[in-house]
Structures are given as C-alpha cells and as structure tokens.
C-alpha cells in the first residue's frame, strides 16, 4: 500500500483580487527601478516611496506581453492613476495665489482673466514635463539633480530650493492662521493660528500611515471645500458673466494693470511643485524599463494633471470675479489684500443665513492647510533627493516643518501690529520665491531633453522650443517684478553693492546651468559667441 505524499510546504496561491489599488511585495535587489545609474544596488539611496508605500497598476482583463505598445485605455486605470496631479493643483490655490486673485480682480477687474487662462497652460506645461521626468527614470527631479551636477552645483540647488519652499510655506501658514482669526472671530491671535497650523505635520504623518489613497482621498475632500466655498461666493455676488466672457476670450493689458499681470504669471510656477510633481507620480508602480507601461503612465498622468489644472483655475476665476464684481473702481481696490479681504467682503455684502465672510475665511483655511501639507510633503522629497538622507518619517517631517515654522512664527509676531507691514512681509516673499524659479525650470528642462537620461522619452525639438520659450518668459517675466521691487525698496549704498554683488553671483550661477545643459540654450549662446569672434576677426 503506498503512502500518501507528503503534505506540500509551498505557500498557497494568493487570492485573486478585484481591487487594483493593493500593495506590492517588497522588491528584490534584482528589480530594476532599485538599481542606480552606477549599476551598483544601494540600500541606502533615498528614494519617494518605498516599494511596500507603491499602487500596483495592473490589467484584470488581459496582462499584455506587448511590453511596448501602450495598453488601451480603461476608465478604471485613469481612477488608479488620478491622485498626484491634484496634490500637485494645490500650489495653484494656495493663499498667496488667493491674494494675487482677489488683488488681480479688485484692481485690474476681469481684463486679466484671459492671462490666469494662459498662465494655467503654461503651468500645465511645465508640471507635465516634470511627470514624464519622474516615470520614465523611476527617480525624483532633486535625485537627478544630484546625479547630474556637480557636488557644490547640488548643494546650492538644494539651498535655493529650501528657501522657495520656505517663503512658500510662511505665505501658507500665514494665510491658514488669517483663516483661523476670522473663524474665531479674532479670539485667536495670529502667532496661535501659526501655532495651531504647525500641527499638520503629525496629522500628514498620520496620514501618511494609512496609505496613499487615504491621503489623497483627505486632498481630494480639501479641495472641493475650497470649490464649494468660493463657488458659493460667486453665486452670491452674481458677477457680470459677460464682461467675464470678454475678459477670457479678449486679451488687454494696460500700464495701470501690469505689476497684477506679472503676479498671475509669477504665481503660477512655484519651484518646489516642480519638484514634488516628478515625486508623487512615483507613488504608482511603473517599470521604466517597459516603454508601453511608461507611457500609458505618461497619458493617464497628462488627463488627471488637466482635469486637475481646470478645476484650480476655476477656483482662482470664482476669486478674481468676486473681487472684480465687488471692489473693481472702489477705493479700497488698492489697499485689499488677505488680510482684510474677509472684512471688505462683509461690509460690501453683509450677512446672511451664512455669512460670507465665514465662507471666505472656510476656503482660505482648506487652501492653507492643504497647502502647508503638501510643502511638507516637498520638504521631504527636497532634501531626501538631494542630500540622500534616510531619516524616519517623523524625523524628516520634523526638520522640514520646523525650517519654515520657526521663521513663521517670528515673521507672527513680529508683523501682526499691522496689516501694511503683512502686505510688505507678502511682497517680500513674492520676490524671494520668483527668484529661485530657474533652479527648477533649467534642471527639469536640462534632464527632460537629454536621451542618455530619458531614453525614447526625450521630449522632441518643437516641445524643447516651447517649453524653453515658455520658462524664458516666465523668467522674465519674475525678473521684470525682481528690479521693480528693488528698485523701489533698496535705498543707500551699501544694500546696493550687496544687491548688485548678489545679483552677480545669481546671474552667473544661471548662466552656468544653462551652459551645463548642453541644449538649446546653450547652443544658442555658442551660435552667439561664434557669430561674436567671427565678427572680430574680420
């Protein structure tokens, strides 16, 4: 009689299962997103999200073995990729973005909404191209940078970043702790709201713990706090939907409206959502190494990152026009600024069943708190990617929340004895932040154009065209607000060597990233320069 075989020790087959969104098994030193650029595996390189953190995006119906045909579209998968490009819309509606709007619609009306159209596409444009740096390496903008330039190059890309990021956040924490006031109904002081807004960063940590897409799903619930409120502003102040037609469709632009027109364009790309966007996108599990996965990543980023940008530029339209409808041609056009905005809005609409400064002051602290969490989240990815840091969670969301909550609560008390002061501290953070945009947009479009990092994902000579013409503007367009700033604040002259020596530096620093890009650009400047030394041999 023979005996029975032995029971099996291998483990049972796994469930199959419906839901895509679960989590992948730790990868293995072989799996080709954990390999460097040196072919040498590192356990200690820093990396957005660990394996175990990743979605997996897979096909139910049919696994393709075409590993270079890009899978047919499927509804289902646009919801599994839809997430990051609406943590990255947040930048878009953050406070001091707020304030640009209601300051555009009080003193320009509605002759500058065809240019928020404008700028959103050029925003679009720019955080599209940070998504295909982010999928088709498997890295983060700051970890490219890292590998790209040289150490010292790193360090003060790193530095400038901080310090965008920095200036983004006081702004935040600022408008959040405004936000607070006003619901408290001036209970609280500035310096508590500050204090009170600081905590976000456990409750991102928390957060953070329970996934992904519960996180996602909390930015999701902020920014149709956000939609709601300021949508109910605009039907409440029925602003003229004609003149809000021709202000889309029919370009102006006066000298009376060009420092409001500088700042929707300035605020429009802000250097750390550069950065963050080419991380988020790795929250998705995608082999680089599979041309046809990366770009239906590409596709289905490019769909959710538009439907994102719509809805925070119909949020920043509801703000201009209420502003527009309501303080356009008054008095108070030049003095309205964040500060006081929930107070002019009560005086010239009053009460109600609900209140509209109460609305007011719901939106802004959804778009403060939304916001200060998601430049904790860049904070992260910033200096992980560029100083390889492996911290704890709570460590690194500890330093990078106490970088900008340290000054916040300075700048606090410091400036709340008056509201000028808090319009002049907001000017000055403008500034700061419009200055560091060419350390973001050079390196992404360095690193976007070049094949040895890109592969087949290269983006060709007509996009190189439009997005190099595209930062060069809004670089211009930030360095034209820079001199105008200056120019009427520096005064004595030794801030003005400073400024200058500083300037200097800042222009050199510039020129040297785009020599170092070895791409348009730059074969622009050698056509220059050669055209220059023919001239004088001749």
Request: overall charge neutral; aromatic content about 12%.
């Amino acid at each position: 009689m023979t005996s029975p075989p032995p029971p099996s020790t291998s483990p049972p087959p796994p469930p199959k299962n419906e839901e895509t969104h679960h989590l992948l098994p730790p990868k293995t030193p072989s799996s080709p997103a954990t390999i460097p650029i040196t072919g040498v595996y590192n356990y200690s390189d820093e990396v957005a999200y660990e394996s175990q953190d990743k979605i997996l995006i897979v096909d139910l119906e049919l696994e393709s073995t075409d590993e270079i045909k890009s899978p047919d579209f499927s509804w289902k998968k646009l919801w599994l990729f839809t997430g990051p490009g609406f943590l990255m819309s947040i930048a878009f509606l953050d406070p001091g973005n707020l304030e640009g709007d209601l300051q555009s619609g009080a003193i320009a009306g509605y002759s500058l909404l065809w240019l928020l159209m404008w700028a959103t596409g050029m925003g679009l444009l720019i955080q599209l191209l940070s998504v295909r740096v982010g999928v088709a390496t498997g890295k983060h903008l700051a970890e490219l940078c890292r590998e790209e330039y040289p150490y010292w190059a790193g360090l003060l890309l790193w530095f400038m970043a901080e310090l965008a990021l920095i200036g983004a956040d006081i702004q935040e924490v600022i408008g959040s702790a405004i936000a607070i006031q006003i619901l408290s109904h001036g209970v609280l002081p500035l310096w508590a709201g500050v204090v009170i807004t600081a905590s976000d960063c456990f409750i991102f940590l928390l957060l953070e713990n329970y996934g992904v897409r519960k996180l996602e799903a909390v930015f999701a619930v902020l920014i149709s706090t956000m939609g709601l409120s300021f949508a109910w502003m605009f039907a409440d102040t029925e602003p003229s939907g004609k003149e809000l037609l021709i202000g889309l469709l029919v370009p102006k632009l006066s000298s009376r409206t060009i420092r409001q027109a500088v700042g929707v364009v300035g605020c429009v790309i802000m250097p750390h959502n550069v950065f963050l966007h080419s991380a988020l996108v790795q929250s998705r599990n995608i082999d680089p190494s599979k041309k046809g996965r990366v770009q239906e990543a590409v596709n289905y980023y490019t769909i959710e990152s538009s439907a994102a940008l719509f809805v925070s530029f119909m949020i920043n339209l509801f703000v201009t026009t209420v502003f527009a409808k309501g303080f356009y041609g008054t008095k108070q056009a030049s003095s309205i600024g964040l500060v006081n905005a929930g107070q002019y809005l009560e005086e010239k609409y009053g009460g109600g069943v609900l209140p509209i400064l109460y609305i007011w002051g719901i939106g802004l602290l959804a778009a403060g708190q939304s916001s200060t969490i998601t430049g904790t989240y860049a904070g992260q990815f910033i200096m992980g990617g560029f100083l390889n840091l492996r911290l704890k969670k709570w460590m690194r969301a500890l330093i990078t929340r106490s970088c900008a909550i340290v000054p916040t609560i300075i700048v606090a008390l410091v400036y709340n004895r008056s509201e000028a002061s808090l319009d002049v501290l907001n000017e000055w953070l403008n500034v700061l932040q419009s200055i560091q945009i060419p350390f973001a947009l050079i390196p992404l479009l360095t690193l976007v154009s070049k094949e040895q990092i890109m592969g087949d994902f290269k983006i060709g000579s007509f996009l190189q065209r439009a997005a190099w013409t595209v930062a060069a503007l809004v670089m211009v367009i930030n360095g034209y607000l820079f001199l105008d700033f200056f120019v009427s604040k520096v005064n004595g002259m030794l801030f003005g060597f400073v400024v200058c020596t500083g300037t200097a530096a800042y222009v050199a620093f510039i020129f040297y990233l785009i020599v170092h890009s070895d791409c348009l650009p730059a074969a622009w400047l050698n056509q220059i320069f050669s055209k220059g030394y023919t001239n004088v041999g001749k």
